[in-house]
Nanobody, 118 residues
Framework: QVQLVESGGGLVQAGGSLRLSCAASGSIVSISDMGWYRQAPGKQRELVAGISSGGSTNYADSVKGRFTISRDNAKNTVYLQMNSLKPEDTAVYYC????????????WGQGTQVTVSS
C-alpha cells in the first residue's frame, strides 16, 4: 500500500512562512490528483489546495494568494508553500493523493501540526 510521509510543520509567527512536504512511497504522484487539507479542533476538515495530474491548481479563498501547491514527479513529492501565515491557519494539515477515475484510490498522510502565533 502507498505510504505518505509528511514533514515541515511547526510553530511560526504571524506573517512567517512554512513549506510542507509529502513524499509518496510509490511512483503515483504523476498520475494522481494531490491535495492539502486542514482540520482545526472542533471543525470539519477542509480542502486548502489541490493540484491535478494535469497540473491545474485550485485554492480555498482563505489562502488564495498566500499558499502555493506544487509537485515534483521525479521525487514523488507534493509541496505546500505557505506564506504570510495567519493565526487562523493553525490546524493539522493532511496530504492526500487520489484518483477519482479508474483506477480509483485515495491515500492520506498522518498529518502535521501547523501553529501560527500572534
Amino acid at each position: 500500500q502507498v505510504q505518505l510521509v509528511e514533514s515541515g510543520g511547526g510553530l511560526v509567527q504571524a506573517g512567517g512562512s512554512l513549506r510542507l512536504s509529502c513524499a509518496a512511497s510509490g511512483s503515483i504522484v504523476s498520475i494522481s490528483d494531490m491535495g492539502w487539507y486542514r482540520q482545526a479542533p472542533g471543525k470539519q476538515r477542509e480542502l486548502v489546495a489541490g493540484i491535478s495530474s494535469g497540473g491545474s491548481t485550485n485554492y480555498a479563498d482563505s489562502v488564495k494568494g498566500r499558499f502555493t501547491i506544487s509537485r515534483d514527479n521525479a521525487k514523488n513529492t507534493v509541496y505546500l508553500q505557505m506564506n504570510s501565515l495567519k493565526p487562523e491557519d493553525t490546524a493539522v494539515y493532511y496530504c492526500n493523493v487520489e484518483r477519482k477515475s479508474f483506477p480509483r484510490y485515495a491515500y492520506w498522510g498522518q498529518g502535521t501540526q501547523v501553529t501560527v502565533s500572534s
